[in-house]
Nanobody
Framework: QVQLVESGGGLVQAGGSLRLSCAAS????????MGWHRQAPGKQRELVAV???????TYADSVKGRFTISRDNAKNTVYLQMNSLKPEDTAVYYC????????????WGQGVQVTVSS
């Protein structure tokens, strides 16, 4: 099992910045992908950004150029630096850990609220 602890959410004005962190512990795997998804009220959960253990990144088009994902493999921690925030970025942000072993297993954090006021 992998446990994920998220931090860094909050309330910010449009144009502001926030940094999310997610630390993984437990039975972590050397081959993995960590990242962030978000879910706004009444909408489906969507990918925001992910980063592999090798450092390959993928971003949603809506956040490219504004958000930066990074990770510290020694700490099993992933970060999401969010700049130029917009009201439409308001959502619950969930950390996800995908472990590649004999099977693929997904683990989710409890979610952190990000609210961007206009």
């Amino acid at each position: 099992q992998v446990q994920l602890v998220e931090s860094g959410g909050g309330l910010v004005q449009a144009g502001g910045s926030l940094r999310l962190s997610c630390a993984a512990s437990g039975s972590t795997f050397s081959l993995n992908v960590m990242g962030w998804h978000r879910q706004a009220p009444g909408k489906q959960r969507e990918l925001v950004a992910v980063i592999s253990s090798a450092g390959t990144t993928t971003y949603a088009d809506s956040v490219k150029g504004r958000f930066t994902i990074s990770r510290d493999n020694a700490k099993n921690t992933v970060y999401l630096q969010m700049n130029s925030l917009k009201p439409e970025d308001t959502a619950v942000y969930y950390c996800k850990y995908r472990a590649y072993d004999r099977l693929i297993n997904d683990y989710w954090g409890q979610g952190v609220q990000v609210t961007v006021s206009s």
